[in-house]
Structures are given as structure tokens and as C-alpha cells.
């Protein structure tokens, strides 16, 4: 399992050979500066690590956080230009299944892409337990939010195929929960 910091928890995702179905565009109020950032700082750097070293893939999705110092849980409050599009993740799609980079193997592809691209660091390469999670959730790692986890499963119909998972420090989800304001069972009170 390899954990990665993040500081959003907003993904958007891009295609390096064909044209995304984006929901949004360049007007959305908190996510249309995603796509020039995108386009201006990580597509070109992207197309050519996956020409090179992944040719016979055509669609690519490359998931990322769009992010700046001042967001949180999803909601902007900086310039245009002070926000960024941070990669976490990579999926190749093919006619009959979808695949995700392997943990190991993206960290390799982002070593490719020499920084050129915003990533997050990589913070612990193990196996996922109570300790870790434990040392998370006390931010003993100096993260903003929480971390992406992943790994491969080995066993079970899934065997081989990556799994995932996000872990929020306390300080993080304390603020989350103030910010949402008081709950009764599953329902918010406004």
C-alpha cells in the first residue's frame, strides 16, 4: 500500500487522448479554473509520458485535486491564479474494463513527469493498519486534509486489481463538522 497526502477532497479528471464528458465548464463558479490550469500546465507533460511509455493507450483519465492554500472541503476562496491541479491518480480505459496505475507503478510514472506535474507526496509505503490510521488521524504526517490510500487486493475475485481509501485527520473532519453545522441522526440542521 503505498499513502499519498492530499488537500482537497474535489477530483476532477482529464483525458490525455480524447476530450473528457465534463459536467461543468470554464463558467461553473467553483470549478471552471480547473480546465485552463489543466490545459496550460499538465496536459502537454502528460501526453508525452503516456505516448512514450504507454503508447497503446488511448483513453486516459487522470484524476487530480484542484486546489488552492485557501480551499476546503471542496469550496474556493482563492485567485484563479493561485489554485492548482494536483495529480493522485491515473486509469487507462479499455473496450471491456477500466484499470488504475498500480501504487508502485504510478509513483513511477510521476517520477517520469520529473515535477513538471503537482503531486502529492508520498508518506508511508506499507501495509495499511490500526497504527497507520491511528498516526493519520492525529496528523503525526503534517498533512492538510488526510491521505489516498492504495494497494493491490491478493486474494478473491478482485485478486490484482487496485484498491482505495481515504483517511481524514481529526483536526480535519472537527473542522468539516463545524463548518456543516449541527446533525440529528442523518439529517443536518440548518
Avoid at 507533460?45 to 487522470?62: M, Q, S, T
Avoid at 480551499?71 to 479499455?94: N, R, T, Y
Avoid at 478473491?156 to 449541527?182: D, F, H, L, Q
Wanted: glycine share 8%; proline share 6%; with cysteine.
Amino acid at each position: 500500500m503505498g499513502a499519498t497526502s492530499e488537500s482537497s477532497t474535489l477530483p476532477s479528471a482529464a483525458s490525455s487522448s480524447s476530450v473528457p464528458a465534463l459536467s461543468f465548464d470554464e463558467s461553473h463558479q467553483n470549478l471552471g479554473g480547473v480546465i485552463k490550469i489543466f490545459n496550460d500546465t499538465c496536459k502537454e507533460p502528460l501526453e508525452e509520458v503516456l505516448k512514450e511509455f504507454y503508447p497503446k493507450e488511448r483513453d486516459v483519465i487522470a484524476f487530480g485535486e484542484y486546489v488552492g492554500p485557501q480551499s476546503f472541503a471542496g469550496m474556493h476562496f482563492d485567485p484563479p491564479e493561485a489554485m492548482k491541479f494536483v495529480l493522485f491518480d491515473v486509469m487507462f480505459i479499455q473496450r471491456d474494463f477500466t484499470q488504475f496505475l498500480m501504487p508502485q507503478e504510478f509513483i513511477k510514472f510521476v517520477e517520469k513527469l520529473n515535477g513538471i506535474v503537482p503531486t502529492p507526496r508520498v508518506i508511508y509505503d506499507g501495509n495499511l493498519t490500526d497504527d497507520f490510521i491511528k498516526r493519520v488521524r492525529n496528523n503525526e504526517f503534517g498533512v492538510n486534509e488526510g491521505v489516498v490510500c492504495k494497494g493491490r487486493e491478493k486474494t478473491g475475485a478482485a485478486r490484482g486489481k487496485v484498491w482505495m481509501c481515504k483517511i481524514k485527520t481529526n483536526e480535519y473532519m472537527g473542522s468539516a463538522a463545524k463548518m456543516a453545522g449541527p446533525s440529528i441522526g442523518n439529517e443536518r440542521v440548518y
